[in-house]
Nanobody, 123 residues
Framework: VQLQASGGGLVQAGGSLRLSCVASGFSFSNNGMGWFRQAPGKEREFVAGISWNGASTTYSDSVKGRFTISRDRVKNTVYLQMSDLKPEDTAVYYC?????????????????WGQGTQVTVSS
């Protein structure tokens, strides 16, 4: 199983970025997917999740209305579109595969993780 995250970078506050996570080595279409982030000195936190078919999505309160998670089952890719970025969004962002067909806000429900991509938002 491999999850390859990309798309991070440096952006000014109010800007946008789109993260991508390409999955391989498992039945991507059967599993929920999630995005988490971890800032220096802080615990890893849930950002967004999506069900196996894309019909159900969940977001943390801190990103709701600004971030959108989606998936392309043909490309085996999950995306995180981030808009109106704030300095507090600065973190390493990780994609992860849920143990079930649905996502969860609990990191323990994810069994495979990507390597992370750095997002830095300047004020």
């Amino acid at each position: 199983v491999q999850l390859q995250a990309s798309g991070g970078g440096l952006v000014q506050a109010g800007g946008s970025l789109r993260l991508s996570c390409v999955a391989s080595g498992f039945s991507f279409s059967n599993n929920g997917m999630g995005w988490f982030r971890q800032a220096p000195g802080k615990e890893r936190e849930f950002v967004a999740g999506i069900s196996w078919n894309g019909a159900s999505t969940t977001y943390s309160d801190s990103v709701k209305g600004r971030f959108t998670i989606s998936r392309d089952r043909v490309k085996n890719t999950v995306y995180l579109q981030m808009s109106d970025l704030k300095p507090e969004d600065t973190a390493v962002y990780y994609c992860a595969t849920s143990r079930t067909s649905y996502s969860s806000s609990h990191y323990s429900q994810y069994n495979y993780w990507g390597q992370g991509t750095q997002v830095t938002v300047s004020s």
